[in-house]
């Protein structure tokens, strides 16, 4: 059974910093897709960054520069390292695991405000 467990969320002022961390069991960690997304109010859920089996990274244009993704195969995590953070950036965050079918995480909430 695939389980993605996502912590790390919560409230932080404008610039500040938040690591998400996502724990991955039931999977073949290094053979999928790992990936973590994020939805804000009235908005549809968009991909922030992933990262390949072959360790190859990808980010949306909105958080290139400030976000960071990274996988620790040992420990089976997944985690995304946020600076730099502004309001636009609230919204709940989800792990994703996808090799042939998806998975999701039950999503953390990073509320960026003063």
């Known amino acids: 059974q695939v389980q993605l467990v996502e912590s790390g969320g919560g409230l932080v002022q404008p610039g500040g910093s938040l690591r998400l961390s996502c724990a991955a069991s039931?999977?073949?960690?290094?053979?999928?897709?790992l990936a973590w997304y994020r939805q804000a109010p009235g908005l549809q859920r968009e991909l922030v960054a992933s990262?390949?089996?072959?360790?190859?990274?990808n980010y949306a244009a909105s958080v290139k520069g400030r976000f960071t993704i990274t996988r620790d195969s040992a420990k089976n995590t997944v985690s995304l390292q946020m600076n730099s953070l502004k309001p636009e950036d609230t919204a709940v965050y989800y792990c994703?695991?996808?090799?042939?079918?998806?998975?999701w995480g039950q999503g953390t909430q990073v509320t960026v405000s003063s």
């Open positions: 990262i390949l089996p072959d360790s190859t990274t």
């Open positions: 994703h695991y996808k090799r042939g079918t998806g998975y």
């Open positions: 039931g999977i073949i960690f290094n053979f999928g897709i």
